[in-house]
């Protein structure tokens, strides 16, 4: 099966009701190794067992930009080549990715709370990832306030795409400002800086997470198909009775003529 | 017993809470897919077909 296939609705909710089971089934094996690798990994020299935060924290803040990569391909998707499901995915994606990126500032307050001594700091990572939560929130609420989803797809697409500038200033907030949190020890230059114990089951963890965002989006990409399926065929209905109505109207009027 | 020394109330709460908001997550999804389909077999039990002539419901 193409990528030209899967423009097909009908063919990609097929291809979803072979694949999300496994998919699923995937993702919880993934994610007990994770947990259970996770459990296991030792304390930190300076930190203690507060490192296991990191196991949560990190998978969550990677998928917290990742989705609104996902987001401003399918936007290029929608504006560009104007692929039938590509504001599906979007649209699928935003509070998917909102749950993410709350989860990554939630996780990073309660570790930075013994870490830091506080749970809050308006330094330049925080912030951009705040931002980043707000945009969500409001591509969210540009989706709801807007009737016609294909003019709200062309409208979130363009704000998803100015928004794509922050993935960048997120990524290097911390070597381009002075800020409380630590620089990138995973994906930098060099190689990671972190002990196998920890990175073992972080990656663990990262995949487990990204499977999961993985089921969660098809899943949620299924239920927009429906929800327009739905949608055109309560238009269908409703302009069936509004055509109905008329003729009775009209052929009751034709009748009041016909006796005068 | 697994130890997680003076500052277990942050660990246990954020495992909690990412906990929490995946089967918050998922129980939406499936939630929002029953809802779906409960809507469009009742628009398939009122006669309203697709242009195709498939039922709502149909797959491929």
């Known amino acids: 099966m193409s990528l030209i296939d899967l ?3 009908t063919r990609f909710l097929a291809l979803t009701a072979r694949v999300l089971p496994w998919l699923a089934a995937a993702t919880v094996i993934l994610l007990t190794i994770g947990l259970y690798q996770s459990a296991l990994a030792p304390d930190d020299y300076q930190q203690g067992a507060t490192v296991k935060i990191m196991f949560i924290h990190v998978p969550n803040a990677w998928l917290s930009m990742f989705v609104w990569g996902v987001m401003s391909i399918a936007s290029l998707g929608t504006l560009v080549w104007r692929h039938p499901l590509a504001d599906v995915a979007a649209k699928a994606a935003a509070p998917i990715g909102a749950s993410f990126t709350f989860l990554a500032l939630l996780t990073g307050s309660l570790w930075g709370r013994p870490m830091w001594g506080t749970y ?13 939560f707000l945009m969500y929130l409001g591509l969210m609420a540009l989706w709801r306030a807007v009737d016609d989803p294909s003019r709200a797809a062309r409208a979130a697409a363009v704000l998803t795409l100015v ?3 922050n993935l960048p200033i997120i990524k290097f907030s911390v070597d381009w400002w002075n800020t409380l949190h630590q620089p990138a020890s995973v994906m930098r230059m060099g190689g990671s800086s972190l002990d196998k114990s920890f990175l073992i089951p972080l990656l663990l963890m990262a995949i487990a997470f990204t499977l999961l965002f993985v089921t969660l989006h098809l899943a949620a990409m299924r239920n927009e198909i429906l929800r327009r399926r739905v949608r055109s065929l309560q238009m269908m209905q409703a302009s069936r009775v509004a055509f ?3 003729g009775s109207r009209e052929g009751s009027a034709s009748n009041e003529v016909g006796a005068a | 017993m697994m130890s997680l020394g003076p500052y277990a109330s942050f660990i246990v709460t954020s495992y909690a809470a990412a ?4 089967v918050i997550l998922i129980g939406w999804i499936v939630l929002d897919y029953r809802n779906q389909t409960r809507r469009l077999r009742e628009l398939d039990r009122s006669g309203v077909t697709r242009r195709s002539g498939r039922s709502a419901m149909d797959a491929p």
Request: proline share 4%; aromatic share 8%.
């Open chain 1, 244 to 246: 109905s109505s008329a």
């Open chain 1, 163 to 165: 928004g794509a500038i």
């Open chain 1, 120 to 132: 809050w700091e308006w330094d330049a990572r925080l912030t951009s990832v705040l931002i980043l």
């Open chain 1, 7 to 9: 423009a097909n609705p």
């Open chain 2, 19 to 22: 906990a929490l908001v995946v």
